[in-house]
T-cell receptor
Framework: SAVISQKPSRDICQRGTSLTIQCQVD?????MFWYRQQPGQSLTLIAT?????????ESGFVIDKFPISRPNLTFSTLTVSNMSPEDSSIYLC?????????????FGPGTRLTVL | LAKTTQPISMDSYEGQEVNITCSHN???????ITWYQQFPSQGPRFIIQ???TKVTNEVASLFIPADRKSSTLSLPRVSLSDTAVYYC?????????FGKGTRLSVIA
């Protein structure tokens, strides 16, 4: 298994600003993922972040809005840029136990973002 | 779009067995079926995964018929702490797509 921590756990931000969320894993992993979950809703994948390559973004998400870094096998950051109230959500990172999308994923506790 | 369809909600009394069925008519040959559980204010947690027939672990069983177009998660003797949202997903070479899940409420 993997233990994942996220910082910050929650934040309240003003519109037009940016927030960087950190994800730290206690072991080296190949595949990391960033999700968004609005209150009471399901999870939506933002992007897949593999070390040593550019993140792969899902439809509806772009690098300019959600830049991602993956400097090593235990760490990643997601930045939410030029925020608006519509970006208020819970942002979760996860890691795969293997190299396939079907492998068990371990999720972090999430970062609850409120944009005013 | 989610590749799966499952009931929006279910209620059960403590001590009962709960079966949640998921439809995945367009499952691909290399797709696995995976179930996750999510409690409020937490990230999802892996429960069980299977490819075909039956899989059992310490918390649940997963039944998959031969055509693999559906699957059933079975939770034996549920307790209040099993109240959560349960997600059924199919994935092989593509990222996980979470559907709406099934909100299970266990009643004392």
């Amino acid at each position: 298994s993997a233990v994942i921590s996220q910082k910050p756990s929650r934040d309240i931000c003003q519109r037009g600003t940016s927030l960087t969320i950190q994800c730290q894993v206690d072991s080296q992993v190949t595949m990391m993922f960033w999700y968004r979950q609005q209150p009471g809703q399901s999870l939506t994948l933002i992007a897949t972040a593999n070390q040593g390559s550019e993140a792969t973004y899902e439809s509806g998400f772009v690098i300019d809005k959600f830049p991602i870094s993956r400097p090593n096998l235990t760490f990643s950051t997601l930045t939410v840029s030029n925020m608006s109230p519509e970006d208020s959500s819970i942002y979760l990172c996860s890691v795969s136990s293997g190299t396939g999308f079907y492998n068990e994923q371990f999720f972090g506790p999430g970062t609850r973002l409120t944009v005013l | 779009l989610a590749k799966t369809t499952q009931p929006i909600s279910m209620d059960s009394y403590e001590g009962q067995e709960v079966n949640i069925t998921c439809s995945h008519n367009n499952i691909a040959t290399n797709d696995y079926i995976t179930w996750y559980q999510q409690f409020p204010s937490q990230g999802p947690r892996f429960i069980i995964q299977g490819y075909k027939t039956k899989v059992t672990n310490e918390v649940a069983s997963l039944f998959i018929p031969a055509d693999r177009k559906s699957s059933t998660l079975s939770l034996p003797r549920v307790s209040l702490s099993d109240t959560a949202v349960y997600y059924c997903l199919v994935s092989g070479n593509t990222p996980l797509v979470f559907g709406k899940g099934t909100r299970l409420s266990v009643i004392a």
